[in-house]
């Protein structure tokens, strides 16, 4: 097995979230690719449109249709494909296009969820669309590479994204992609198996890949993959005394594929305990107080945040802050997926935490979010674009408005923030990992108000030994730069493999041996023979062959001439018993003279003199017979398998 680290979270806003770690997994001469990620932040280094009469300090900001970073995409295509996509997360498929458009990858399929698919899709979409701005604005690119990536303009982009993304990066601009059509779009999604959580679906007859939930946000999952001779299992790890560093992926060796009793309640309480929740709704509850207070102070707020869940909890929250306090404030959602994406809520329990699952099933009148209350009140109201019909008739100001926008480049938040970006009342939330001074440089000066928050993005470093403890795995692969924070345990039963970027380690086979397994009817069919009290032999003509993740053995149906088969022997001759045997079927023989009994495990003989001249010799490893006449041969054989075991 081998691991190649290709890419690890990003540094764009949610780091983790918005831009997961990917990693090639070679297992059992199969090449997968752990999720395929664009890296957003990378748009922070191109000006925003519309650019507009005032644009602030944004004159070392590239003024053209922008590229994308993919490293994922660009790995897997040097890599000469591979055969198969695993994607945990909605954003962890935002650069597929990139890869399934290329002609060595018409082979190659992709599982993913049911509603990470839906909302990927989505999220893609919205991209396409909002590029298209871009487009609209500069025109298109005919004639080759754009002039910005050559001579003055090409080192101004280094110099503006060596903090971001290419930092160790070099000259290579491979990772650097000019961005998929809706046609290449749909064609990814062709290629997608969509598969639900919990089901085991078989690829290549070799491998088993499952898919449960995380819980972290709306159809994110954790994968497992079973071979025959390992089992793999991917976690997600959070290092809460450097948020801009996000989540890294854990990869654990015969970790979750357990049988032996572990409660699953067990996992869930480890990965998610009420600490973390209280945290999270504690930071949630800070964000309310500040956006309540800037609505006192008559200003508005853009939160340009996409993650589901932390919208679902703002809006819960701050509905109940400005009831409380009676102020009633128009709340916009801007996005062409949001009507959609919202709908998604109760389709999936697996996601909810259990008391709102035990409220789902409970089919209480109370809604699951508090956004449903806002929605049938008409204070939240949800409009694919800024200059939709319905939302010109109901602006008012002051606002809150949700925007899925990672880098202030595209559409709704460009035009709020140029906007507001010069009234201090107003308020920006920005998610942590944003360079917010590189984002907010076109629009300088500011006067706005700027909150950046972080948010739960995974399992946080003091929780991973807890949780390797309930999982008991062999092997445990884990980010070379989280060692110093996750010291490992001494009296840890595991063992401990680390990992950096852009290097390829082998990983131990954890299993020397594997298990066959064998049709019942087959097994009924069989006579064994016992050996000793834990061990029985039987014979049978059979193909081995791979199944679901299995080796295991096809018997032909036809055994008939099964019978006259010659056995197979084992173990040492007693040369007394093969003696009295001989002469019993009335062949002349006799230890040699200088053949004395020596001790055990010493080789001894037997001269045969009729029917035919033979000799027998017998050692410890191994008993051969020495005649010219085949008749008497066959008589010395049939002596032998009277006294030896055989099947």
Not at 433 to 456: H, N, R, T, W, Y
Not at 568 to 588: C, F, M, N, T
Request: proline residues 6%.
């Amino acid at each position: 097995m081998k691991l190649t680290c290709v890419t690890t979270p990003g540094s764009g806003g949610g780091g983790g979230y918005h831009s997961p770690a990917s990693h090639l997994l070679e297992l059992e001469g199969v090449r997968l690719l752990l999720d395929c990620p664009v890296d957003l932040s990378a748009l922070t280094a191109f000006a925003p449109v519309p650019l507009g009469p005032d644009c602030g300090d944004a004159g070392d900001l590239i003024r053209a249709v922008p590229y994308y970073w993919s490293p994922a995409a660009s790995a897997a295509a040097k890599a000469g494909g591979v055969d198969a996509v695993l994607v945990s997360s909605a954003t962890g498929m935002l650069g597929l296009p990139f890869l399934t458009r290329l002609p060595s990858f018409a082979n190659t399929k992709v599982y993913v969820t049911e509603l990470a698919a839906r909302i990927g899709k989505l999220m893609m979409g919205e991209l396409v669309e909002m590029h298209s701005e871009f487009v609209r604005y500069y025109g298109p690119d005919t004639d080759g590479p754009p002039k910005w990536m050559q001579g003055e303009k090409l080192h101004k982009l280094l110099s503006l994204l060596q903090n971001i993304v290419i930092e160790d990066e070099g000259m290579d601009l491979a990772p650097l992609m000019p961005l998929y059509s809706a046609t290449n779009l749909e064609e990814c999604m062709r290629k997608t198996q969509t598969v639900k959580y919990g089901e085991e679906v078989c690829f290549n007859g070799m491998l088993m890949l499952k898919a449960s939930s995380s819980g972290l946000e709306l159809g994110n999952c954790v994968w497992s993959i079973k071979g025959p001779r390992a089992n793999f299992s991917s976690l997600d790890v959070m290092d809460e005394n450097n948020e801009n560093l996000g989540e890294n992926a854990m990869l654990c060796d015969d970790s979750l594929s357990r049988d032996d009793g572990v409660d699953e309640d067990e996992y869930v309480q480890c990965l998610c305990k009420n600490d973390d929740i209280a945290e999270e709704i504690e930071r949630i509850s800070f964000i309310c107080s500040c956006i309540s207070d800037a609505i006192k102070s008559g200003g508005s707020v853009l939160i340009p945040i996409g993650r589901l869940g932390v919208i679902l909890l703002i809006l819960e929250h701050i509905s109940e802050t400005l009831l409380s306090s009676d102020m009633k404030v128009p709340i916009f959602m801007i996005s062409g997926a949001a009507e959609k994406i919202i709908s998604f809520t109760n389709a999936v329990p697996e996601w909810l935490c259990k008391p709102r699952q035990e409220k789902l099933f409970s089919r209480e009148e109370e809604a699951l979010f508090g956004h449903v209350e806002l929605l049938k009140e008409g204070k939240l109201s949800l409009f694919p674009h800024l200059y939709s019909k319905g939302l010109l008739a109901a602006w008012k100001e002051p606002c809150i408005v949700f925007c899925p926008d990672w880098n202030l480049r595209h559409s709704t938040a460009v035009h709020l923030l140029r906007r507001w970006h010069a009234d201090k009342r107003n308020l920006l939330v920005l998610e942590q990992g944003v360079d917010a001074e590189l984002a907010l440089k076109p629009f300088m000066p500011v006067a706005i108000q700027v909150l950046e928050c972080s948010f739960l993005s995974g399992i946080k470093v003091r929780k991973v030994n807890p949780l390797l403890s309930v999982l008991k795995p062999k092997l445990v692969l884990f980010p070379e730069d989280l060692k110093s924070r996750c010291p490992s345990k001494e009296d840890a039963p595991w063992s401990y493999l680390y990992y950096s970027k852009g290097k390829t380690i082998e990983i131990p086979n954890t299993r020397e041996d594997f298990e066959v397994g064998l049709p019942t009817d087959v097994a009924f069919g069989l006579q064994p023979r016992q050996l000793d009290k834990a061990i029985a032999v039987a014979r049978l003509r059979a193909k081995l062959h791979l199944s679901k993740g299995q080796y295991v053995l096809v018997a032909p149906k036809d055994q008939s001439d099964e019978s006259n088969r010659q056995l197979l022997h084992w173990g040492a001759v007693d040369a007394g018993r093969l003696l009295s045997a001989l002469q019993e079927k009335g062949i002349e023989c006799a230890f040699p003279a200088d053949d004395d009994d020596g001790p055990a495990g010493c080789e001894r003989s037997i001269l045969i003199t009729s029917p035919g001249e033979a000799l027998v010799k017998m050692a410890p490893e191994k008993t051969v017979i020495y005649c010219d006449d085949e008749s008497t041969t066959r008589l010395i054989y049939d002596a032998l398998s009277s006294v030896c075991n055989g099947i």
